[in-house]
């Protein structure tokens, strides 16, 4: 079956601007994760949503970074103002029902740069 | 500080040769544990996990690992290497054995020589 989905691949933006990062998880998954890898580092937890609801939004930088997942399925990351210190792989990673026992299944991630 | 540790930025093995990385925590009980594999292009895709019981873990594409509690260890190991196994390796925890996040080590990148 199909696996997690992201878009765009690539992104390159101007410092300042607003992007949003899509992710499509493995269909019947109501656990989904978004992470961030920095250049020469492993990838970092930014939240977490259970269904609809961020369960967990600890990893969240700032309040430039936002993210929703309106009907359970689809979720995007929404950066505001971008600084060139958000450039990164953004992961994306679902599964069944999210307790710590489950399989992420990760996404092939969306490089952002800015510029 | 709470931290997951992979010493060896890179590793170069010739094919066929046996491989082993290295993966340290510090946290004060057991989590669990996994070894993830990211190849380019492609996203992370688990190769094995920990959760309790056999200290040695079976996992994919001829994968082991095992856990060594006084150690504070998790190391992978592959007694045959092919050239498909070039990739970046990460090691992650999930610190409190009940919860969803995943905190990963930095990787270490396997070069395969022929």
């Known amino acids: 079956g199909a696996g997690v989905s992201q878009t765009p691949s690539n992104k390159v933006t101007e410092k300042g601007k607003y992007v949003e990062l899509r992710c499509d998880p493995i269909?019947?998954?109501?656990?989904l994760y978004w992470y961030r890898q920095s250049l020469g580092q492993g990838p970092e937890f930014l939240i977490y949503f259970q269904g609809t609801g961020a369960a967990d939004d600890s990893g969240l930088p700032n309040d430039r970074f936002f993210a929703v997942r309106p009907e359970g399925s689809v979720s995007t990351l929404k950066i505001q103002r971008t600084e060139r210190g958000d450039s990164a792989v953004y992961l994306c990673a679902s599964s069944l029902v999210g307790v710590s026992t489950d399989t992420q299944y990760f996404g092939p991630g969306t490089r952002l740069t800015v510029l | 500080a709470q931290s997951v540790t992979q010493p060896d930025i890179h590793i170069t093995v010739s094919e066929g040769a046996s491989l082993e990385l290295r993966c340290n925590y510090s946290?004060?009980?057991?989590?669990?544990l996994f070894w993830y594999v990211q190849s380019p292009g492609q996203g992370l895709q688990l190769l094995l996990k920990y959760f309790s019981g056999d200290t040695l873990v079976q996992g994919i594409k001829g994968f082991e690992a095992e856990f060594k509690r006084s150690q504070s260890s998790f190391n992978l190991r592959k007694p045959s290497v092919h050239w498909s196994d070039a990739a970046e390796y990460f090691c992650a925890v999930d610190p409190s054995s009940n919860d969803y996040k995943l905190s990963f080590g930095a990787g270490t990148t396997v070069t395969v020589r022929a």
């Open positions: 946290y004060g009980a057991t989590p669990y």
């Open positions: 269909s019947g998954h109501t656990a």
